[in-house]
């Protein structure tokens, strides 16, 4: 039987579009953990280029690498930032079953 040849996948190629970005985030923030959003993250920012994302976002490159690396913990500042370069931005709506405000 003929061996098949396969390419590993990297969501990181497909992350090119602010649409594409946008809904990937949104998958996360809407049910991964810290640390799955920031590893989310850190695609996104390798789909941009670490290094022009830096420069756009103005925190430095080793600054990007330690806030989205396995042990990273970005600060709010720092995500609103790299999110801002890429011509993104948090938004903040209703959940599907709101709670009742004291």
């Known amino acids: ?18 649409e594409a970005i946008a809904a990937y985030l949104g998958e996360y923030l809407e049910d991964g ?10 695609t996104v920012a390798r789909s941009h280029g670490v290094s022009d994302l830096a420069r756009r976002s103005g925190v430095s490159r080793p600054g990007i690498y330690k ?17 801002a370069a890429m011509g993104l931005r948090l938004t903040v709506e209703p959940a599907e079953q709101t709670p009742q405000l004291v």
Do not use: C, H, W
Not at 1 to 18: E, R, V
Not at 67 to 83: C, H, K, M, W, Y
């Open 67 to 83: 806030a989205l690396g396995q042990d990273g913990n970005p600060s709010f500042e720092t995500v609103r930032s790299i999110l």
């Open 1 to 18: 039987m003929a061996k098949i040849a396969t390419t590993a996948f990297d969501s990181a190629d497909y992350l090119n579009s602010a």
């Open 33 to 42: 953990t810290p640390q799955e959003l920031r590893d989310a993250l850190a």
